[in-house]
T-cell receptor, first 116, second 112 residues
Framework: DSGVTQTPKHLITATGQRVTLRCSPRSGDLSVYWYQQSLDQGLQFLIQYYNGEERAKGNILERFSAQQFPDLHSELNLSSLELGDSALYFCASSPLGRQGNTGELFFGEGSRLTVL | DQQVKQNSPSLSVQEGRISILNCDYTNSMFDYFLWYKKYPAEGPTFLIS?????DKNEDGRFTVFLNKSAKHLSLHIVPSQPGDSAVYFC???????????FGTGTRLTIIP
């Protein structure tokens, strides 16, 4: 158990819809990352938040947005969904800025989104 | 632009033998490299890492080698065990970024 919690684990929806994926980082971790893993692809970096502020942005579509709340949980919002958005979405957290940080990320179990 | 490449999608190794997984990178600003292991229906879990100031790091059955001039790293698992069957991702960070750039993964199957 990495300590990172993601909900829901599975989600099936239709094209054009909007969904929200939720992530609770490990206790004390201020940084949250979102990654997308499509079929046979590596993990593609979407976005990073640190203590509520956006810190880095990757190949995140304009239809997608994220935020990190004061309690440090994060949400990834996916709108106007297309078939190609079907993927595993992982959240990770890191103890960035804390002493002893080794640079590794701790991943949740992922949210599997299926768009029909 | 795939900055971290794992050119072997799959690898099968006999139990007890050595497994060697390879990874190449193109970004010379990467200075920290990690290997993650992923079982089905689980998130990736950290396995071992290496800083660019080293060329080898060992942890039990796992050893990572880094060849900076060739921009190549490899993960050696010896002896390989059935529980090592998983997808292995190579990842890198650097250039002042904390985010990890991942390869596409290699599915390792250990044959009993």
């Amino acid at each position: 158990d990495s300590g990172v919690t993601q909900t829901p684990k599975h989600l099936i929806t239709a094209t054009g819809q909007r969904v929200t994926l939720r992530c609770s980082p490990r206790s004390g971790d201020l940084s949250v990352y979102w990654y997308q893993q499509s079929l046979d692809q590596g993990l593609q970096f979407l976005i990073q938040y640190y203590n509520g502020e956006e810190r880095a942005k990757g190949n995140i579509l304009e239809r997608f947005s994220a935020q990190q709340f004061p309690d440090l949980h994060s949400e990834l919002n996916l709108s106007s969904l297309e078939l190609g958005d079907s993927a595993l979405y992982f959240c990770a957290s890191s103890p960035l800025g804390r002493q002893g940080n080794t640079g590794e990320l701790f991943f949740g179990e992922g949210s599997r989104l299926t768009v029909l | 632009d795939q900055q971290v490449k794992q050119n072997s999608p799959s690898l099968s190794v006999q139990e007890g033998r050595i497994s060697i997984l390879n990874c190449d990178y193109t970004n010379s600003m990467f200075d920290y490299f990690l290997w993650y292991k992923k079982y089905p229906a689980e998130g990736p879990t950290f396995l071992i890492s290496i800083s660019s100031i080293k060329d080898k790091n060992e942890d039990g059955r796992f050893t990572v080698f880094l060849n900076k001039s060739a921009k190549h790293l490899s993960l050696h698992i010896v002896p390989s065990q059935p529980g090592d069957s998983a997808v292995y991702f190579c990842a890198a960070s650097g250039s002042g970024n904390e985010k990890l750039t991942f390869g596409t993964g290699t599915r390792l199957t250990i044959i009993p």
